[in-house]
């Protein structure tokens, strides 16, 4: 069914269908409970000004929360054979089942603003579950960095032996860096919640639309003013929530080769148990990392995205165009890879070994220096430089003898002031900041609380 078909005796070309349709009908099987959420706000509305009455309204929603309830959280649901999209079935089911009034749900709105609630709705939801997982992922690393703050560990720079770190140094790094990955995330989130339904094909309606009220219905911050704006927020919205996922992708990919190069015999900072390693068909002493290569790959895939979205959108004019088709078909499913990404690692370094006796190797011998140059400031009165000048040559003549920390490294942030409640409170004020409860308000209010008007205000009332 082609709910744009004119003509009852036109036969439209299968091979432009099947071109141009591609895999459209799997992926908003992710988009109905959003379009079954959208077209209640939408009909509430249409009721509110008059375009449905009290008996249209309520046979309407009974239908549309059975099929959220009974079809969609229960994988019943399905899209036909033929059937166009998520927008096309709602509405044929709606007029299979009710008859002439399930077609009454289109007024004032076009597949335009339907996408584009049904995709912000699907991102907001999305967003709230990553942000979730990678608060859970936070918090494991915080408790590693705690479990391991007294083990040392070498520092690197340029690949080179430098200075002295620690497990718990290492493991708080990529613990902060998830509350920066968080901030870009809540400006994409603040974009993502407002408002575009009643934009309609991207040029308004002469329909007395509320907009302000779906607006609240759908639980949106605000709404996107201007209908040609709305519309070309297609393409950009999806890009700028790329671009924070993106971010959350590179922290796991940077933390992921760490992990690659450590578990290497030549560095042996960490270990994982036998079953969690895979081996050579060739070679019976091989432990591979395959899970953080993998994880390192897909990461690095997901980062590509922001980038394909801006190839396939940036040279487009004003107005809907269907090359954002392709872009849901790319951007839908980094969501799912993200969270498979968080889940697989959370899971592994849960059984992580840390190497307790790194420092005892020879080649880390000059790993002290910095504090032998320190301990020749503080002790001796020496200059900074001098002290430097006495120590190089030491080290060049064979004279540098082993040494360990003397001072406590007590500022904020260092191996003995790794600050982690502090860490703690800045991304648990970051996770207040997203307000998630409004999500689970939409639900409540139009699935299962019961909705009529009293005549006395155009306002529905929920009990």
Known sequence: MKIWKKKTNF??????????????????????????????????????????????????????????????????????????????????????????VGKKIHSGRSRNDQILVDLKLFVRTEIKNIVYMTYSFFDLLLKLSEQHKNILMPGYTHYQIAMPSSFGLWFAAYAESLIDDLLLMQAAYRIVNKNPLGSAAGYGSSLPLNRKMT???????????????????????????????????????????????????????????????????????????????????????????????SLISSNL????????????????????????????????????????????????????????????????????????EQVGLDIQNGRFKSFTIKGSYSHEGSIGNLCNKQIRNLMQDVIKEFNFDKINEVIQRLIYRKIYFDGSSKDPIFV
Not at 30 to 49: F, Q, R, W, Y
Not at 270 to 289: C, R
């Open 11 to 100: 036969s439209f070309s299968k091979k432009i269908i099947s071109f141009t349709s591609s895999k459209d009908s799997k992926i908003d099987l992710l988009l109905a409970p959003h379009d079954v959420i959208g077209t209640i706000a939408h009909v509430i509305m249409l009721k509110s000004i008059g375009l449905l009455n009290q008996k249209d309204l309520t046979i309407l929603i009974h239908e549309l929360r059975n099929i959220y309830v009974q079809e969609i959280l229960k994988n019943n649901f399905k899209i036909d054979e033929g059937i166009e999209d998520i927008h096309s079935q709602i509405e044929f089911l709606l007029t299979h089942r009710l008859g002439e």
């Open 317 to 388: 004019c004003s107005g809907y165009h269907r090359d954002f088709q392709i872009i849901k078909e790319r951007f839908i499913p980094i969501f799912e890879e993200m969270k498979k990404c968080f889940s697989m690692f959370k899971f592994m370094l849960n059984h992580i070994i840390v190497n307790k006796d790194l420092l005892k190797d020879d080649k880390y011998q000059y790993l002290f220096s910095v504090e032998r140059v320190n301990h020749l400031v503080v002790e001796k009165g020496y200059s900074f430089r001098e002290a430097y």
């Open 215 to 309: 607006t609240y219905l759908l639980g949106f911050e605000n709404l996107n003013y201007n209908v040609v704006y709305a519309q070309m927020g297609r393409g950009k919205m999806e890009k700028i929530v790329s671009e924070s996922i993106s971010s959350l992708a590179r922290t796991l990919s940077k933390m992921a080769q760490d992990i690659c190069l450590y578990l290497s015999q030549n560095f042996n900072f960490i270990s994982f148990p036998d079953h969690l390693t895979t081996g050579s068909s060739i070679m019976p002493h091989k432990k591979n990392p395959d899970v953080f290569e993998i994880i390192r790959a897909k990461c690095n895939r997901i980062t590509s995205l922001p980038n394909e979205i």
